[in-house]
Structure formats: structure tokens, C-alpha cells
Nanobody, 118 residues
Framework: VQLVESGGGLVQPGGSLRLSCAASGFTFSSYVMNWYRQAPGKERELVASIFRRGDITTYADSVKGRFIISRDNTKSTVYLQMNGLKPEDTAVYYC????????????WGQGTQVTVSS
């Protein structure tokens, strides 16, 4: 299994980024996919979820109305469109399959760094 996140970078407050996570080694379309993030000195937190067919999405309150999660099952890729970025969104962003109550199903990828700063 591989999860490869990309698309991060340095952006000014109010800016936008689109993250991608390319998955391989499992039947992508059969699984819920999540985006998580981990800021320095903080625990990893759930940002957004998308159901298998992409018809149901959920968001953390902190990103609701600003972030949009989507997926392309033909490309085994999940996306996170981030708009209205704030300094508090600065973190390393990861994707994974949820496996409650144990956390994530697969080993974590390298993540992609998002830094929001003027």
C-alpha cells in the first residue's frame, strides 16, 4: 500500500491550495478516505472524510465552509481543495483510510507541508 500526498506549499493568508493523495495497493473505491493534519507540537487531527462514491462528505468544524474534499475513483486519488487559508491551517497534511477505534488502517505516507504565512 502506498499513499503519496502532494500539493502543499507556502501560501499567504486567504490563499488557496489543492492537495492530492495518490493511493495504490488496495481497492481504493471500496474505502472511505480521510484527510488528516498535524501541526507542530499537536496531535494529528481529522480534517475531512469522503464516502466511497463521493456522495457524502464531512468536515471538522474548523475547516467547514472553506475546504472541499473530493475523489476520483478512476485515478485512485483523493483531493482537498483548501480556500480561505488561515495561519492555524499550517500543518503537515496526510490521507488515510479510517479504522476506528484504532486510528488509520494503513501506514502513514510522508505527508505534504502546508504553511500559511504572510
Amino acid at each position: 500500500v502506498q499513499l503519496v500526498e502532494s500539493g502543499g506549499g507556502l501560501v499567504q493568508p486567504g490563499g488557496s491550495l489543492r492537495l492530492s493523495c495518490a493511493a495504490s495497493g488496495f481497492t481504493f473505491s471500496s474505502y472511505v478516505m480521510n484527510w488528516y493534519r498535524q501541526a507542530p507540537g499537536k496531535e494529528r487531527e481529522l480534517v475531512a472524510s469522503i464516502f466511497r462514491r463521493g456522495d457524502i462528505t464531512t468536515y471538522a468544524d474548523s475547516v467547514k465552509g472553506r475546504f472541499i474534499i473530493s475523489r476520483d475513483n478512476t485515478k485512485s486519488t483523493v483531493y482537498l481543495q483548501m480556500n480561505g487559508l488561515k495561519p492555524e491551517d499550517t500543518a503537515v497534511y496526510y490521507c488515510n483510510v479510517p479504522n476506528p477505534p484504532y486510528g488509520a488502517l494503513f501506514s502513514w505516507g510522508q505527508g505534504t507541508q502546508v504553511t500559511v504565512s504572510s
